[in-house]
Every structure is written in structure tokens, then in C-alpha cells.
């Protein structure tokens, strides 16, 4: 008992120090009432217990504010529940007037076609207009990984869970260096997170980083419009509610259509990729896996994270990097990453890989899937309100195999377009019958829309990455036995 009293004080004590704004709650702590904690605690639990005089140590040291405003609640709540109920008893008692969602700062959002959402700002940084395309994600989990995505460079994403935030943020699902989103809506933001890897929630994520967050928003009237009208261009506002003026702003924002977003989210220098960006750019001396050359075209990390579980060593380079340049760092196999935008903008991009296919095995996926099938005579067009989430029923029309795949994309290849070239249709989207994968009849190159690394998401497809390693070794003259195969860590 001693044990959970005390990491249930310790936990609390630290309370001021994770939620300084939220930790005000009306009571006084008084020497009557230290004394009076301290011998219910005596009465419950054997003091002689070091964790228990740990936490009330540390909850009898923390500032004015703290001791003032929640010991109080802390003693109430193990009188009338007992420490092991004390802490779901606080939960329902911890909001204060300056926090409740009712008192937020009020946002406006505002379509294109003149339909008006509210809700408030969950965030510090609420002052301003955020102008993006407004699209939707159905994951359940995988909040981070979103943010993160640069693929939603210029986007404005709310979440159809109705709940986001319970898990935090960590340090290990980044999938890059920084929040890509424009804005985050959500229906409920919960800021108090529970999970043994958060490192701090998701309100402080995003304002260390400036990016505005709005809750209270009925996400599911907004996700239902835009599958009837389509993605559309948005604006959210915190300055002002004139409507009329919002969207006078909002239809004069040319959107994401024939604009190049690769060029705001690729690396501005080559890297290595050892565990994380290395700044290297050369191979590493001794390694035996084989070289893959990855364009970075907006890349998530946990790409990277694949190819290397694969055994592959990776440079990175730059989205605007030559074919020639690519060619004489002697990789054994190319590879095209995700990334946003509208794929017909990134023309220097079409030509590299025009120029590097037939080179060596090559493998895209997401936007390196767009950029092949335009480098081969394609055409791309804009999906009504794309595939975003991490349930996208997709068929391999060779094995007949169903699998469950992560996407997040809002351009396709148009497949009537692929029909003069030399390629063969592998995978269609079994929700709209769109292509899905494809590979190339002459020459060692294939590619997927959707995201075989997940991240969110299932890992049905992450034997397209031991595809990838086959294809090198075979360009190799090896034989399937003597490469490696892909394995989780």
C-alpha cells in the first residue's frame, strides 16, 4: 500500500512541472493539513516504505501554486477513495476556469464553397490565419506519425476518431524531423496522456513547433462533407469571424493543384542513414548490405528504417539531385520516396527518373510510385477526396492476396494511361478500383501507392522491401539464398 500511495504522490508532485496552466485548483494547503495528510497516509500505509516518503517529500517541495492549489485535492481524493482510486477521482476534479474547452480561444474554419465549422484552440499559438487544403485521416492511432508525414505538407488534417492525444507524443515515431501538417482538427483533445513512452502531450508538440490546433470541430460532419464535395482548400481564423472575408482569402489561395510542395520538405544535402540521419555522405567502410540510393522526395523515416531492417545501407539525396550524380555514388538499387503534393509539378523529378530507369532496380512507393509511372509516359490526376488512413483494402491481382495498407495520398496514376507502356499492373484499390502497383516488364522496377513501412498502420505489405533486396541480388548475379530477408525489430 506504502508503494502505491507513495508513486501515486510522486506522480502528482510532478504535476506542476508537466501542466503549470492546468494545476490551479481552489483549495489552500495548510500546516493542518500536512499534518493531516500525513497521518491518513500513516493510518494506510507503513510510512517506513521509502517511495511513500519520496512522494510526500516531493509534494510537500513544490511551489506555492502547486501546494496551494492541489494538495488539497490530493488528501480529499485518498479520504474518499483510497490511493488506489485517488487518481481516476483527480482526473474528473483537475480542470480549472482557464482551461476548460468552453473557455478556449474560439477558431473559425471556413471551405471554399462557403461552409463554416467552429470550434476552439487547444494550442498556445492561436493567433492568426492557417490557409491548406482540408483533408481527412481514418487511423484510429498513428496521430504523431501523421503530423509528422511530410506527405501533408500544405494540408490541413482533422482525424475522424473522435479522441485524440491520450498517448502523447514520444521520441521514437517521429517520421521526420519536424510537424508537417498546416493545422490540426480534432473532435476531443485529451491533454492528459497516458503511456510509458510519452515524453510530453500533444498541445505542447505542437506549440513548440508554432502549429495551431483547434478541438470541438464535429469532425464527422466535416469528414462527410468533404467525401460528398471533395478535399477542398480551408482556412482557419482566430483573429476575426468575418466570414465573407475569409472567404475572399481562402478562394484566392491557389491550393496544392500544379504546385511543387517536394521542395519545402526534401533535405537540403545528401546524408547517410545509420539509425537516424547521419551526416556522412558516403557509404560506411566494411558494411556488406547492399547501397540504396533514396530520393528524398519528402521521405518518412520509418522508409528508411525498413531498408536498413533489410540490411541495406542508404543515402539520401537531395530531390533535385542529378541522375548522373546518383549513378556515381555505384549504388545497387534506387529509391523513390513519399512526398506531397501534385506529382506533374516535380518536373526535374520526372526527368532523373526517366534518365535512372533500366540503371539499376528500382522501387517507389507513394509519390516515387507517381514520378515512375509519369517518367514512363503516364498521366496523374487528383482523387476526389484521396485515401488517407491505415484500412485501405488493396488486391494483388497476381496472387489474388487482400491486404490491409496504410495511405495517405491524393494524386493516382491514371491506369488507362499506363496502357501503351510496358508495365503490368500489380495491386488496385479495392474501394475505388484504382491502380495500386505496378512493375515494369523489361526492366527491374516496380512501385506501390500505399505505404508497405505502415506508420501508422498494418504490416501486410513489408515483404515489398525484401522484393527490393532480391532485385539488387539478382542484379548481382546472387541467388535468393544469399540475400538477406527483412525482419521486425
Not at 33 to 60: C, F, I, Y
Not at 113 to 138: C, I, K, P, Y
Not at 382 to 392: E, I, S, T, V
Not at 424 to 441: A, S, Y
Request: proline fraction near 5%.
Amino acid at each position: 500500500m506504502g508503494l502505491v500511495i507513495g508513486n501515486f504522490l510522486d506522480r502528482m508532485a510532478r504535476f506542476d512541472k508537466i501542466w503549470p496552466q492546468r494545476a490551479r485548483v481552489s483549495g489552500t494547503l495548510t500546516s493542518r493539513w500536512t499534518s493531516g495528510l500525513k497521518s491518513s497516509l500513516a493510518e494506510k500505509a507503513d510510512l517506513r516504505a521509502v517511495p511513500a516518503q519520496k512522494g510526500m517529500a516531493a509534494l510537500g517541495g513544490k511551489s506555492e501554486e502547486f501546494r496551494q492549489g492541489f494538495g488539497s485535492t490530493v488528501a480529499d481524493a485518498i479520504r474518499r477513495h483510497g490511493a488506489g482510486r485517488a487518481q481516476g477521482a483527480l482526473r474528473k476534479r483537475k480542470k480549472n476556469p482557464m482551461t476548460t474547452p468552453w473557455q478556449r480561444p474560439p477558431a473559425v474554419i471556413v471551405l471554399e464553397d462557403g461552409t463554416v465549422f467552429r470550434g476552439r484552440v487547444f494550442t498556445s499559438a492561436h493567433q492568426g490565419r492557417v490557409l491548406g487544403e482540408v483533408v481527412f485521416n481514418t487511423a484510429m492511432t498513428g496521430y504523431q506519425e501523421v503530423l509528422t508525414d511530410p506527405s501533408y505538407k500544405g494540408q490541413i488534417v482533422t482525424m475522424t476518431y473522435p479522441l485524440t492525444g491520450t498517448y502523447g507524443i514520444n521520441d521514437e515515431d517521429m517520421e521526420s524531423a519536424r510537424i508537417q501538417v498546416e493545422a490540426f482538427l480534432v473532435k476531443e483533445y485529451q491533454d492528459f496522456p497516458s503511456n510509458w513512452r510519452s515524453r510530453r502531450s500533444l498541445a505542447q508538440f505542437l506549440d513548440s513547433q508554432g502549429v495551431l490546433g483547434v478541438e470541438g470541430i464535429d469532425t464527422r460532419r466535416l469528414t462527410r462533407h468533404i467525401r460528398l464535395v471533395g478535399a477542398m482548400r480551408g482556412i482557419i481564423a482566430t483573429d476575426t469571424d468575418n466570414v465573407g472575408e475569409l472567404l475572399d482569402q481562402v478562394r484566392a489561395f491557389p491550393g496544392l493543384v500544379g504546385v511543387d510542395m517536394v521542395q519545402k520538405v526534401t533535405c537540403s544535402a545528401p546524408y547517410r542513414w545509420e539509425n537516424g540521419p547521419q551526416p556522412e555522405a558516403v557509404w560506411k567502410e566494411g558494411h556488406a548490405g547492399f547501397r540504396v540510393a533514396a530520393l528524398d522526395f519528402g521521405v518518412k523515416y520509418n522508409i528508411l528504417r525498413n531498408l536498413e531492417r533489410c540490411g541495406c545501407q542508404v543515402l539520401v539525396f537531395p530531390a533535385h539531385t542529378s541522375a548522373e550524380t546518383i549513378l556515381a555514388a555505384q549504388p545497387d538499387g534506387i529509391f523513390l520516396s513519399n512526398g506531397p503534393g501534385d506529382p506533374a509539378a516535380v518536373t526535374y523529378g520526372i526527368e532523373t527518373v526517366r534518365k535512372l530507369l533500366g540503371q539499376k532496380p528500382m522501387f517507389g512507393i507513394c509519390l516515387g510510385h507517381q514520378l515512375m509511372g509519369l517518367a514512363l509516359g503516364g498521366r496523374t490526376f487528383k482523387l476526389k477526396f484521396g485515401h488517407r488512413g491505415a484500412n485501405q483494402p488493396v488486391r494483388d491481382l497476381r496472387t489474388g492476396r487482400v491486404e490491409v495498407t496504410s495511405q495517405n495520398h491524393g494524386f493516382c496514376v491514371d491506369l488507362e494511361s499506363m496502357k501503351h507502356v510496358p508495365v503490368q499492373p500489380t495491386h488496385i484499390n479495392l474501394n475505388d478500383n484504382t491502380l495500386e502497383g505496378m512493375e515494369h516488364l523489361a526492366i527491374p522496377a516496380y512501385s506501390v501507392q500505399y505505404h508497405p513501412e505502415a506508420a501508422p498502420g498494418p504490416h501486410d505489405a513489408t515483404h515489398l522491401f525484401d522484393r527490393f533486396v532480391q532485385l539488387m541480388g539478382r542484379n548481382k548475379g546472387l541467388s535468393s539464398s544469399e540475400t538477406p530477408r527483412h525482419h521486425d525489430s
